[in-house]
């Protein structure tokens, strides 16, 4: 028996199926699960939507993302204050805006003196969940992985009851496009209880389906500069 194995035993010493059953993480994803054509197929595509989608974002005009940014601080305020009551003392975890994502560093800001303890992801460890580490206005940001800013190693790790997920793609039914490191799903999949996760992007990045695996996970509600999409009304 593999060293693996012998830690899934059962305290009875028996090791029948369901006793294995039992060890194995309730997120687990089984990338045999999937049929390997369709997958591939599903990568590629999604490999050119996300050129094409950065692209795009990269032509919007300044005047253009000021405005998206505003709109999207504004809608972003009236959820926490109709859903969270303005979530007062929850953790919120925001994104550092890279490669033309909105930019609501100034709700951080206001969200923070508000009451609402802010925290940023980090990757620690590649293709695993993301931790979060708390933020506050005075953080020295350090470069972490993909040169994303992030807060330093003695800035204390937290658990976010609510995240923001950036959008490079999205689709009305609630699926989200990133970076294809798989970081958002990974995360949503482990963090128990799940956090209510809002994702935020451009109107223009919709797409009619992001053709949905096993592994994605929806959002609760997309927010863009010209609407609320509510997806799922619990995680
Ligand atoms: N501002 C911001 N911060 C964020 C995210 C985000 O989307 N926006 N993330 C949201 O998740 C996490 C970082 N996401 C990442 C996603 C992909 C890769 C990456 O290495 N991409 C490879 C392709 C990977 C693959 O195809 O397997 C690449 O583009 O070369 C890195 C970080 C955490 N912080
Ligand atoms: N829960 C999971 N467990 C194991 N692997 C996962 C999980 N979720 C996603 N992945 C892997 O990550 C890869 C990329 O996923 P996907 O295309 O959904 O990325 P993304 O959501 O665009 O990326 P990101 O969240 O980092 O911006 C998938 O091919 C999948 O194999």
């Given at each position: 028996m593999?060293e693996?194995?012998?830690?899934?035993?059962?305290?009875?010493?028996?090791?029948?199926?369901?006793?294995?059953?039992?060890?194995?993480?309730?997120?687990?994803?089984?990338?045999?699960?999937?049929?390997?054509q369709?997958?591939?197929?599903?990568?590629?595509?999604r490999?050119?939507e996300?050129?094409?989608?950065?692209?795009?974002?990269?032509?919007?005009?300044?005047?253009?993302?000021?405005?998206?940014?505003?709109?999207?601080?504004?809608?972003?305020?009236?959820?926490?204050?109709?859903?969270?009551?303005?979530?007062?003392?929850?953790?919120?975890?925001?994104?550092?805006?890279?490669?033309?994502?909105?930019d609501?560093?100034?709700?951080?800001?206001?969200?923070?003196?508000?009451?609402?303890?802010?925290?940023?992801?980090?990757?620690?460890?590649?293709?695993?969940?993301?931790?979060?580490?708390?933020?506050?206005?005075?953080?020295?940001?350090?470069r972490g992985?993909?040169?994303?800013?992030?807060?330093p190693p003695e800035?204390?790790s937290?658990?976010?009851a609510?995240?923001?997920?950036?959008?490079?793609?999205?689709?009305?039914?609630?699926?989200?496009?990133?970076?294809?490191?798989?970081?958002?799903?990974?995360?949503?999949?482990?963090?128990?209880?799940?956090?209510?996760?809002?994702?935020?992007?451009?109107?223009?990045?919709?797409?009619?389906?992001?053709?949905?695996?096993?592994?994605?996970?929806?959002?609760?509600?997309?927010?863009?500069?010209?609407?609320?999409?509510?997806?799922?009304?619990?995680?």
């Amino acid at each position: 028996m593999s060293e693996a194995f012998k830690s899934f035993r059962c305290q009875s010493g028996f090791s029948s199926p369901p006793c294995y059953a039992s060890g194995i993480a309730p997120d687990y994803f089984d990338p045999l699960a999937v049929d390997p054509q369709q997958a591939a197929d599903v990568g590629r595509w999604r490999r050119a939507e996300r050129d094409r989608l950065r692209a795009a974002r990269r032509g919007l005009s300044i005047a253009e993302r000021q405005r998206a940014d505003a709109a999207l601080s504004r809608s972003l305020r009236e959820l926490l204050r109709d859903r969270f009551d303005g979530a007062r003392g929850l953790v919120l975890s925001a994104y550092w805006p890279i490669k033309g994502e909105p930019d609501l560093r100034p709700l951080m800001t206001d969200l923070h003196l508000g009451g609402v303890e802010i925290a940023l992801p980090v990757v620690e460890t590649r293709a695993a969940p993301l931790i979060f580490r708390r933020w506050t206005p005075e953080t020295r940001m350090i470069r972490g992985h993909w040169n994303i800013p992030v807060p330093p190693p003695e800035a204390p790790s937290v658990i976010p009851a609510i995240v923001l997920a950036p959008l490079l793609g999205w689709s009305g039914d609630g699926f989200r496009l990133g970076y294809g490191g798989g970081y958002f799903d990974r995360t949503l999949a482990a963090l128990k209880p799940r956090p209510f996760a809002i994702g935020i992007g451009f109107e223009a990045a919709r797409l009619p389906t992001i053709y949905p695996q096993p592994h994605d996970i929806p959002l609760n509600v997309i927010l863009t500069e010209a609407g609320s999409y509510p997806a799922r009304q619990t995680g």
